[in-house]
């Protein structure tokens, strides 16, 4: 598989699956790990690829963060937890994926590929959830009820950008790798 394709995997196994409340999140845990596997292959394929040590920091920090957050008593306290607590919480994550889409809409401009711009609307939609989220809670701005939805937006078409165009050159697939 390639690395965009790794990537796309564990964001779809980490948006699509959930545990029971009283079962460990196995498949957080599980795609925040191929995510990782994905990152660490996309960097040996693409060393020149922009915000490279962020994202390392990031995907790391994102699988703690799942594994943390895994078991069932961490799950219940984070319900109960301030809003800001899940927020932050959420950031390692969504963090990777504007990054991700920040350094793969970068790549595609410079391949000069005509749908690379999908990555820098996803970028947007994942900083607007994550701007908007602190606003409500925060600020107590309650016209922004539901804007935080445009980031699950965002991380769909991620993991929709990372399935497609996950066997160009340009994003990590060996050159043999077209079809």
Known sequence: MRPLHWIALGLAVAVFTTAPDD????????????????????????????LRLTLGYLA??????????????????LDDADPAVVWASSVPAL????????????????????????????????????????????????????????????VLLVILLGALQGSAPWAGAPEDART
């Open 23 to 50: 079962r460990v999140d196995v498949a957080e845990v599980l795609g925040s790990l191929l995510v990782l596997v994905g990152w660490i292959r996309l960097s040996k394929a693409v060393p020149d690829l922009p």
């Open 60 to 77: 790391v920090l994102t699988v703690v963060v799942a594994a943390a957050l895994s078991a069932p008593a961490a799950r219940a306290w």
């Open 95 to 154: 963090g990777f994926q504007a990054a991700l889409c920040h350094a793969m809409g970068t790549r595609a401009r410079g391949a000069r590929v005509r749908s690379g711009w999908w990555w820098f609307v996803a970028e947007a939609a994942i900083l607007v959830a994550l701007v908007a989220s602190v606003l409500y809670d925060g600020a107590g701005w309650r016209w922004l009820y539901g804007v935080g939805t445009v980031g699950l937006v965002g």
